[in-house]
C-alpha cells in the first residue's frame, strides 16, 4: 500500500543486524514512538539500538494523517467526569507539551518536513452543546481551546472547539532526518524477547533496557496487552486541486468526516471501524460521493486506509510493560492520536529507563486501574475476542497466527483482518500488521 508520505519521501536504507550485540537499551519498533524514544534516550547519553522488523516509518506511521494536536476528540470532559480533574489536567498538559517540543525539535534541526502551525478544530452539523461543554471544559484545563462559530469548511456547522497553535507535518520527512544518528538496523525482526535477550531472525542484541515500540505488542505473557486493546481501521482518500484549508478539522457526529490540507492535495479520512468488521457501504465509495458534492471539479488520487490500537479508558499504556519485567518499558495504545502520544512516550520512557519518575507517570502507566471508565469496553472486548476465537474453529476459517481467530477479508482494503486483536495481511497472505508476527501459513 502507498501513502501520500510514502509517495514523497525515501528514507536511506540501513543494513540488517550484522550479529550478536550488547547495549544499553534495545528499542524494538522503527514508527515514530520508537523513532523518538530512541532519539531522546540517545541525546541523554544511553547507547541505543533499535530493530524493525521491515523499514524506518514502513508501519502506521507512514499511513497516517500526521495532525500534531493536543485535541484528540471529544475527550477532556469525559475524561474530567470519570477520571478526575487532575488526569484530565496531566493528560492535556503532556500532549500540548509535545505539540510544542515538535515544533523546537523542528526548529533547532532545522528539519524539512513541511511543518505548518495550524488550528485543530471539532465540527458539529448537528449541535453545539456538547461543542461548547468541551471547549470550556478544555480551557479549564488550561489547554489553548476556544469555542467558535464559521469555518473554511463548504458547509455549515452548528459550532466548533478550536485548540490554537497545533501543527501537521510530512511524517517520514521527520522520521527521515530525526532518525538520521541513530542505530537502527532494518529488516531484523524480534522473535522473542527472554529477560535482557532480545532475540531476532538476524541475531541476538543483549540490553540492560527494553523498549517495545512495535505498535501492538507482540508478547501476550506477561503484560497480556490482548485482553486490554483492540483496532480501529480507518480510509483516507486525496482530493485534488483543493485550495489548502486554514486549520485541521475533524467532525464529532456519526459517520463525520476528517480534513487536512497537503498542499493542494485535500486528506479527506472516513469510515472508523473496529478491524474487521466492516461497515455496508465502502468508506471510499461514500468519501468520493461527499468529494463530487462539496469540491466539484476536483480529482481523487492516492487512497489507503490504516489502523490504530484502542485502550479501555482512551488513555495509552506508556511505561513498565509488566510489574514482572521491571527492565521492560512499552509505548502503545495512541487511539488514532499517536503524534503526540509518540512525543509523550518518548519524553516519558527517556526519563523513566533512566531511574527516574515523572508527574505524568501515573496517567499513562499500563498497570493503571480505571474501572469506571474501562468496565464496559472489557466486556465487550472480551465477547468479540470470544467470538472470533470460537468462529476460528469452524472448518474453512482462515485463522490468524496470533492466537487463532477466524479472520476476515476486508474487501475495501483487501487484506485479512483479525476482528480480535486487528492484526492484518495482504491478500496473498503476508503479514502486514501486528501483533501476529507470522504470515498465514496456507500461503507461501
Ligand atoms: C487513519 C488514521 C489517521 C491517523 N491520523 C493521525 C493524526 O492525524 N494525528 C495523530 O496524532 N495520529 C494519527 N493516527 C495515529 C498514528 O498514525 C499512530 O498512532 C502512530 O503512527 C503509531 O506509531 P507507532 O510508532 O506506535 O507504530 P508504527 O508506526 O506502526 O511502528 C511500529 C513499528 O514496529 C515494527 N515492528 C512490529 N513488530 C516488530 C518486531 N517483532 N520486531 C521488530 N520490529 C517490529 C513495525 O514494522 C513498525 O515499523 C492516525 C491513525 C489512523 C488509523
Known amino acids: 500500500m502507498k501513502s501520500i508520505w510514502t509517495e514523497t519521501a525515501s528514507i536511506p536504507r540501513r543494513n540488517p543486524l550484522p550479529g550478536n550485540k550488547r547495549t544499553q537499551v534495545v528499542v524494538i519498533g522503527a514508527g515514530m514512538a520508537g523513532i523518538l524514544t530512541a532519539y531522546y534516550l540517545q541525546r541523554q547519553g544511553f547507547h541505543v539500538v533499535v530493530l ?24 477532556y470532559k469525559k475524561m474530567e467526569k470519570i477520571m478526575g480533574k487532575e488526569t484530565a489536567r496531566l493528560y492535556g498538559k503532556a500532549n500540548q507539551l509535545a505539540v510544542e517540543e515538535y515544533g523546537k525539535l523542528i526548529r533547532a534541526n532545522a528539519i524539512q518536513c513541511h511543518y505548518e ?101 507482540f508478547v501476550n505473557v506477561p503484560g497480556f496487552y490482548f485482553a486490554k486493546m483492540y483496532q480501529e481501521k480507518s480510509y483516507v482518500l486525496e482530493l485534488e486541486p483543493v485550495k489548502p484549508l486554514h486549520g485541521m478539522y475533524l467532525g464529532i457526529d456519526s459517520k463525520a468526516y476528517s480534513f487536512r490540507s497537503a498542499g493542494d492535495k485535500l486528506l479527506l479520512g472516513y469510515g472508523s471501524h473496529r478491524t474487521g468488521k466492516l461497515s455496508e457501504e465502502s468508506p471510499f465509495s461514500v468519501m468520493k460521493r461527499l468529494g463530487e458534492h462539496l469540491f466539484p471539479g476536483t480529482k481523487e488520487g492516492g487512497k489507503w486506509t490504516a489502523q490504530d490500537c484502542m485502550t479501555l479508558d482512551g488513555i495509552p499504556y506508556i511505561g513498565k510493560f509488566s510489574g514482572s519485567r521491571p527492565d521492560w518499558y512499552v509505548a502503545t495504545g495512541f487511539g488514532k492520536w499517536g503524534m503526540s502520544s509518540s512525543m509523550v512516550a518518548a519524553k516519558l520512557l527517556s526519563v523513566q529507563v533512566a531511574g527516574k519518575r515523572t508527574p505524568y507517570d501515573r496517567v499513562f502507566s499500563p498497570q493503571r486501574h480505571h474501572p469506571a471508565a474501562s468496565a464496559k469496553k472489557l466486556v465487550f472486548h472480551g465477547m468479540e475476542s470470544v467470538k472470533g476465537l470460537s468462529s476460528g474453529a469452524l472448518p474453512g476459517a482462515v485463522n490468524c497466527p496470533h492466537m487463532g481467530c477466524r479472520l476476515v477479508w476486508n474487501r475495501y482494503d483487501k487484506r485479512w483482518e483479525c476482528p480480535c486483536h486487528g492484526s492484518s495481511f495482504e491478500f496473498n497472505g503476508k503479514i502486514s500488521s501486528g501483533p501476529a508476527q507470522q504470515s498465514i501459513p496456507f500461503i507461501d
Open 117 to 217: 502551525k495550524k488550528d485543530a478544530y471539532l465540527y458539529s452539523v448537528k449541535e453545539s452543546a456538547s461543542l461548547l461543554r468541551e471547549a470550556e471544559c478544555a480551557m479549564g484545563l488550561g489547554l489553548p481551546a476556544s469555542f467558535e462559530g464559521e469555518l473554511d469548511l463548504p458547509f455549515q456547522v452548528h459550532g466548533s472547539v478550536r485548540f490554537s497553535g497545533q501543527a501537521q507535518f510530512h511524517p517520514l520527512e521527520f522520521l527521515r532526518d530525526i532518525s538520521a544518528g541513530l542505530t537502527v538496523f532494518e529488516r531484523t525482526r524480534v522473535i522473542k524477547v527472554n529477560g535482557h535477550e532480545v532475540v531476532t531472525d538476524r541475531g541476538v542484541v543483549k540490553a540492560d533496557k527494553v523498549v517495545f515500540a512495535t505498535h501492538y505488542p
Open 52 to 75: 524493525e522488523a521491515d523499514r524506518i516509518g514502513s508501519g502506521q506511521t507512514g499511513f497516517t494523517t500526521a495532525k500534531i494536536t493536543s485535541q484528540h476528540n471529544m475527550i
